[in-house]
């Protein structure tokens, strides 16, 4: 419990929101979904599911998820490593997306779902993944801050020369690989 205080408190001091950012990609991403509080036919869909399960994930991030699909207009998801059914509920609704649970299924994913902690089991999993991605695919990372071994594994990560961009929300990592940009890193508060 101590380091996740201690963690938040950095992430707080670190972090900033819209202002500070300085690539159009991300200020885009920041401003028209991060950030985006409109109400949506969806909402009630993905409370309803929220209620229903026991996750912990928050229903304000559990809405993120929902957005960045339709956002980034995402069809191939990657569900990695056996993640709950509730994280393709929440992709699918009002989404057209298909859902993948093995990344042999296809050769290249738009949107790729990883729970760090399957990650700790399968460490060859990371080449697998970035294999699997293109020049715009997201891997989304959750719990990157829950414990020191996670905030190590986000660490490496995005480190790794094919992430290009990294956006630290606290509770999910994001990596892009965006080849046409240059190596950025961002801790943003949603």
């Known amino acids: 419990m101590l380091f996740r205080i201690k963690s938040y408190l950095y992430f707080l001091w670190k972090s900033t929101n819209q202002h500070g950012v300085h690539s159009p990609f991300v200020f ?20 309803s599911i929220y209620k229903n399960n026991p996750v912990e994930i928050s229903l304000k991030n559990t809405k993120l998820l929902n957005r960045l699909i339709g956002y980034l207009n995402y069809e191939k998801v990657l569900i990695a490593e056996n993640s709950s059914s509730f994280i393709e509920q929440i992709l699918s609704i009002d989404n057209s ?15 790729i779902y990883l729970d760090i902690n399957q990650f700790k089991k399968h460490s060859k999993l990371l080449d697998i993944l970035f294999s ?7 891997l989304l990372l959750n719990s990157i801050h829950t414990s020191e071994e996670n905030q190590t594994i986000w660490q490496q990560l995005h480190n790794h020369p094919k992430a290009k961009v990294s956006i630290d929300t606290y509770d999910f990592g994001f990596i892009f690989f ?4 240059e ?6 508060r949603v």
């Open 28 to 47: 885009n991403l920041v401003t028209k979904c991060f950030y985006d509080r409109k109400k949506r036919a969806s909402d009630a869909s993905i409370t």
């Open 178 to 181: 965006r080849k046409e940009q």
């Open 183 to 188: 190596k950025e890193h961002f801790v943003i």
């Open 97 to 111: 997306t298909t859902i993948y649970y093995s990344a042999e299924d296809l050769d290249q994913f738009d949107f």
């Open 132 to 138: 699997k991605a293109h020049n715009d695919s997201l």
